[in-house]
């Protein structure tokens, strides 16, 4: 069982820049790890993921050109988010799967998710 936990949310205004961090307690089975989000009311959303081992990288439309997923040792991930948008509110989530291949855009490929870290852009 792989745990997850995410730091770094908070309350910023529109225009900042905000980073999270997502720790595993184990990478060794793991093939993708990605982030998540879910505003109110909303269903949640992909936002990024990365191919662990090879470091390629995805995005959701929405976020791309200003969020950047990176890692720095094998068990830690961040979410490097510019340009905050209100629309960017949301509690964020990190995710992993043991599964190689996945749509990495697929909720139910990733096994195991962190508890999930508010990010509020005030306007």
């Known amino acids: 069982q792989v745990q997850l936990v995410e730091s770094g949310g908070g309350l910023v205004q529109a225009g900042d820049s905000l980073r999270l961090s997502c720790t595993a307690s184990?990478?060794?089975?793991?093939?993708?790890m990605a982030w998540f989000r879910q505003a109110p009311g909303k269903e949640r959303e992909f936002v990024g993921a990365?191919?662990?081992?090879?470091?390629?990288t995805y995005y959701g439309d929405s976020v791309k050109g200003r969020f950047t997923i990176f890692k720095d040792i094998e068990t830690r991930m961040y979410l490097q988010m510019n340009s905050l948008k209100p629309e960017d509110t949301a509690v964020y989530y990190c995710?992993?799967?043991?599964?190689?291949?996945?749509?990495?855009?697929?909720?139910?490929?990733?096994?195991?998710w962190g508890q999930g870290t508010q990010v509020t852009v005030s306007s």
């Open positions: 995710a992993a799967s043991p599964v190689w291949g996945i749509s990495v855009m697929n909720i139910a490929d990733y096994h195991y």
């Open positions: 990365v191919r662990w081992s090879l470091g390629n």
């Open positions: 184990d990478t060794f089975s793991i093939y993708y």
